[in-house]
């Protein structure tokens, strides 16, 4: 679920009721969110020579 979609669901936005809006999300644990899986990174040593 999104932050964005708890707050619809309770009627809710941060523009029209901002301190109804952090009190909700200030009461929803943490651990019900899915965080999206990231792209695998590249990292690239700017120091490195090619060989």
Same mark, same amino acid.
């Given at each position: 679920?999104? +932050?964005?979609? #708890?707050?619809?669901?309770?009627?809710?936005?941060?523009?029209?009721?901002?301190?109804?809006? =952090?009190?909700? +999300?200030?009461? #929803?644990?943490?651990?019900?969110?899915?965080?999206?899986?990231?792209?695998?990174?590249?990292? =690239?040593?700017?120091?490195?020579?090619?060989?």
């Amino acid at each position: 679920m999104s +932050l964005e979609s #708890i707050l619809a669901e309770h009627h809710l936005n941060l523009r029209d009721d901002f301190e109804g809006s =952090i009190k909700l +999300l200030q009461e #929803i644990p943490m651990d019900i969110f899915e965080f999206p899986q990231l792209k695998e990174l590249n990292v =690239i040593n700017i120091g490195e020579k090619d060989a």
